[in-house]
């Protein structure tokens, strides 16, 4: 990258010059005059060739440096609450100016194109590596859960993962304020997502049941039947277990919060947006589909009421798919021990052959992780909501990828495709 005082007024030929832009760097804030080679079109690309990227596509007054941006970048994947605000504030105190919030939006607008100009980067490299094939991330992200040696004895399950939903990336309507929100075509970039559609294709699989209004707090014990002790049922005592249309939201939400699969391992590999409503249905049952769809037979699900849900997902279209499959829903180990005796003894995955040592709460996790997104999600718009959420994950993956090995080896095997962390990780064995 050239430094700026050797090239500033260089006798290279100008289409253009920037005139008197401002360049925040983490420590720096100056204004400078930067002329373009003869090559650049736009203000941007020579923006960028000096290491910078603009707030405008077309007359910056302002640009941020690609190392502030990077920097911004790691920080707010390794600590989510450290929201664009703070890194602007941040800056102000650095460069000893009053803050305005002007600058969040200037920050914003070049972190945009910061992050866009990485997915490219991206698309391009997984092009190269021969990776951007239908549900390539899907099939590998967990080489422990989905890559298969020759000859490996068959398990009990093939696949296994919990399912679950979360309200805390929620999403406030700004029409509530009374405003319109500016439309935005971008959309989400990662493959995580199930778009709303696929999922609305399940809205009408549940016949409403009975609304039982005596049971609308979440919180509520559900008291025994005295005359009946063994009337305890799952469905009166989880609210997500029971009828959709109890299923409400504050009005004030958009987005009402997020639905995701994760493997045993706590990678994510699926999330929807939950939208205008509490846990319906057709959340898990979209999940389920796409589960069944990428590693068919033999799989297992945990999810917090999977003994009520499995006779929903029985009674929706999926169901004769799953059961020819061979699918098995189950009730994580922490939700477990809130539902009763007889219902453990079926769905606990203590007493489910071939779950090991597996929980089946790798959502609650995720979520104590992405709970910290909450604060920058809350107000952002769907685009920039769905973005944070897409860094997120990916950071959190990249992150469970490099714990899958305790090896001193471990920054080595990283970098490595998965199959080769397989045969690699054999050496280091057979070495010892
Ligand atoms: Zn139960
Ligand atoms: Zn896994």
Redesign the pocket.
């Known amino acids: 990258m050239p430094d700026i005082s050797d090239q500033v007024l260089s006798g290279v030929d100008a289409s253009f010059s920037i005139n008197e832009i401002e360049l925040i760097d983490t420590f720096t804030r100056r204004r400078s005059h930067l002329r373009p080679l003869p090559s650049h079109q736009y203000p941007n690309e020579t923006l960028i060739y000096y290491g910078y990227i603009g707030c405008a596509p077309m007359y910056p007054s302002v640009a941020i440096s690609l190392r502030t941006l990077a920097a911004y970048r790691q920080s707010h994947r390794t600590c989510p609450r450290f929201s664009i605000q703070s890194q602007c504030k941040t800056l102000c105190y650095l460069h000893d100016i009053p803050y305005r919030p002007y600058l969040k939006m200037q920050f914003s607008a070049a972190y945009d194109v910061f992050l866009e100009i990485l997915h490219r980067i991206n698309q391009r490299l997984r092009q190269a590596l021969k990776r951007d094939t239908v549900n390539w991330r899907m099939l590998n992200?967990?080489?422990?859960?989905?890559y298969k040696l020759d000859d490996e004895p068959a398990l009990d399950f093939e696949w296994?993962?919990s399912i679950d939903g979360n309200n805390s990336l929620k999403r406030w309507d700004s029409s509530i304020y009374g405003t319109t929100a500016r439309s935005d075509s971008r959309t989400a970039r990662s493959d995580y997502w199930i778009h709303a559609d696929a999922v609305d294709k399940f809205e009408n699989e549940v016949k409403s049941r009975q609304t039982d209004l005596r049971n609308d707090d979440d919180w509520e014990d559900e008291p025994t039947d005295p005359d009946h002790p063994g009337a305890f049922t799952c469905v009166n005592r989880w609210r997500n277990a029971g009828p959709d249309s109890r299923k409400k939201m504050f009005a004030v939400f958009q987005e009402s919060g997020i639905f995701i699969a994760?493997?045993?391992?706590?990678?994510v590999l699926l999330a929807c947006d939950m939208i205008r409503s509490g846990e319906l249905a057709k959340y898990p049952i979209a999940i389920i589909d796409k589960l069944l769809t990428v590693y068919g037979k033999n799989g297992g699900c945990a999810y917090d009421i999977g003994c009520a849900f499995s006779k929903t997902l029985a009674n929706s279209t999926l169901g004769p798919r799953a059961h020819d499959l061979g699918f098995r829903m189950m009730v994580g180990a922490f939700h477990g021990h809130a539902h009763n005796r007889r219902c453990q003894l079926d769905w606990h995955p203590m007493y489910i052959s071939g779950t090991g040592h597996t929980e089946g709460e790798g959502c609650e996790h995720i979520f104590s992780a992405s709970n910290e997104l909450a604060r920058s999600t809350r107000h952002a718009n769907c685009f920039h909501r769905h973005q944070a959420i897409e860094e997120h994950f990916a950071f959190w993956d990249a992150d469970?990828y490099a714990a899958?090995s305790k090896s001193k080896n471990q920054a080595v095997i990283v970098i490595l495709m998965p199959q080769c962390q397989v045969i690699i990780c054999g050496l280091i064995i057979a070495k010892r």
């Open positions: 992200t967990c080489p422990a859960c989905f296994l993962v994760s493997c045993r391992h706590r990678f469970k899958l």
